[in-house]
């Protein structure tokens, strides 16, 4: 049933004003760092000894964090999809921690318990240091693991169990399964993992920036000579080269889209009972946790204490400090961040992904082209664009522009979850609408949102979390006066006020914690009663 041309053309325009709107926050903002890059003695920055070597310890850095975190999270994850073990709910809870406070604190919490003088370094009475090399691939797992964790964990759900049962059947051996069965499925969506794992390490600054001593990275350096040097075509060189395994990865999964198990329901693999296994796999799962636990546990003991180590008495006297330097000003700011992102992102994204996914035609494949571009532009890279195109605006260095630039940092991820709950439903509901006179505003309102309402409350609190946490997209656009509270680490850091920093990483998980609480019970409160609250 065709939609009457006269009714469509409010549609064409408001898609049209949208994919200016994102030509103007993404796409321009890029060609403006990447203009830079032509005046800029590209030879002399590339061949410089100090550029090399952060190009090797990254890609270094970045192929070990990796690869350690893929084997760890697919041994997590089989744990979870694959066994009959208890608290299965609560370990996935405790493996996503990581996930509500900045890659900066990973490295802060490593700082505290292996640094010269870490807890455990004098508890053992260690020599060896943990700055360098190895800090930045254990922090960087640290960062990374639940990420890997989560995307493994969805692809094993969805495995199809028919060939399972019927290797059973023919008597091949079980040993023999992974290759001939599993890995085969798993192929495809692991790429995708590994390219997601290696962009979101290779392109972060917190980890390197707090434990990395002389083993400097391209993200260090780039902050190092924008921030502190103001050189911005130097910046603008390494920006672009930090892009480059962000769009492989976003191209790869652009032309590889594994819909397998898309078209057809699919067998649940059928978990066999073994005692030993399980007892394995909690012990395994358990240990993951307490060593993901670990940096969360000493922010507590820091945050108490007057000054570790020479001072070890309970004191309110560090969070009284941190609240003096402003903690709490900039905790509001980022509050007012946070949700002015939530607000502005869930709808935009909700209503870009109904027209993706519900209006078809040219404009639509556009739009979600570049909608989800913004999955290939690491937030370092991103924030220096804005810097670039914004500089001379009425919104630069206002609360506004960091607003702006969360909004299009992580709109890609919620967009696709809207995208795809709203693809899922039955694709004639607004022609039957039109047909007996109900406008499409009505059976948005009363029909989609109610059908995906648990999808508007995850992309809420996915724009919220990430940005209360977030120092990459907005380390080069926050003035003083509206800096968030995540920007005070890196202040801390510096100065060494290691407490100070500890408290602001606690207010951070914190609020992440009563959102994803109240998120939760919000949730349960649908399921039980059938209505909103």
């Known amino acids: 049933m065709n939609i009457p041309g006269g009714r469509s053309r ?3 325009g408001i898609k049209v004003l949208i994919i200016v709107f994102l030509l103007v926050t993404v796409i321009f903002p890029l ?3 990447l ?4 005046g800029v003695n590209i030879a ?10 952060a190009l090797v310890n990254s890609l270094a850095t970045a192929g070990t964090g990796t690869i350690i975190s893929i084997v760890l999270a697919y041994m997590f994850a089989y744990c979870i999809a694959r066994t009959n073990m208890r608290m299965q709910e609560g370990f996935t809870v405790l493996a996503a921690v990581p996930m509500l406070i900045p890659s900066i604190s990973h490295g802060m919490g490593l700082l505290i318990l292996l640094g010269s003088n870490g807890v455990i370094t004098r508890l053992l009475g260690l020599s060896t240091t943990i700055y360098g090399f190895q800090g930045i691939v254990l922090g960087s797992v640290l960062y990374a693991f639940p990420v890997a964790f989560l995307m493994i964990v969805d692809i094993l759900k969805y495995e199809d169990g028919s060939p399972y049962e019927a290797a059973e059947v023919l008597g091949i051996p079980r040993k023999n399964r992974f290759f001939a069965i599993t890995f085969p499925y798993l192929r495809k969506p692991l790429i995708s993992v590994v390219f997601a794992v290696f962009t979101l390490i290779f392109t972060d600054y917190g980890v390197p920036l707090m434990i990395g001593g002389r083993c400097t990275t391209l993200p260090v350096l780039m902050y190092q000579e924008v921030v502190g040097l103001l050189n911005f075509g130097k910046g603008s060189v390494i920006g672009a080269l930090l892009l480059v395994p962000a769009v492989i990865a976003f191209l790869f999964d652009l032309l590889n889209k594994d819909r397998g198990n898309s078209n057809y329901v699919i067998q649940n693999i ?13 012990l395994y799962c358990s240990l993951i946790c307490f060593l993901i636990a670990l940096p969360v546990l000493v922010f507590g003991i820091l945050t108490f204490v007057r000054k570790y180590p020479v001072d070890m008495r309970f004191s309110f006297t560090n969070i009284i400090n941190t609240m003096g330097m402003g903690a709490g000003r900039f905790l509001i700011n980022s509050l007012i961040i946070a949700l002015g992102v939530s607000l502005i992102g869930t709808i935009l994204s909700y209503i870009i992904a109904y ?11 556009l739009l979600h082209l570049i909608s989800i571009t913004s999955l290939a532009i690491p937030g370092m890279v991103l924030g220096l664009s804005y810097v670039l195109f914004f500089k ?26 809207a995208y795809n709950s709203l693809g899922k439903l039955n694709a004639n509901l607004e022609d039957v609408g039109l047909t007996l006179g109900i406008k499409r505003f009505f059976i948005i309102r009363d029909v989609l949102i109610p059908q995906t309402w648990f999808t508007i409350m995850e992309m809420f609190t996915y724009f919220f979390v990430n940005s209360m946490m977030t120092i990459s997209a907005v380390s080069f656009l926050s003035p003083v006066r509206i800096r968030p509270v995540s920007l005070m680490i890196t202040q801390f850091e510096a100065t060494m006020q290691l407490e100070s920093a500890a408290f602001v990483s606690l207010l951070i998980l914190g609020c992440n914690f009563f959102l994803k609480g109240l998120i939760y019970a919000i949730r349960r409160y649908i399921k039980k009663t059938g209505e909103l609250p």
């Open 392 to 417: 001379s605006s009425f919104i630069y260095g206002t609360i506004a522009i960091l607003i702006l630039v969360n909004t299009i940092h992580f709109l890609a991820s919620p967009y696709l979850m």
């Open 31 to 33: 060609f403006a760092m």
């Open 44 to 53: 002399g920055i590339v061949s410089a000894p100090q550029f090399k070597n």
């Open 10 to 12: 409010p549609i064409t």
């Open 355 to 365: 027209f993706t996914a519900r209006t078809p035609g040219r404009s639509s494949k």
């Open 270 to 282: 059928t978990k066999r009972k073994s005692t030993l296994r399980d007892s394995i796999a909690a």
């Open 35 to 38: 203009m830079y890059i032509p």
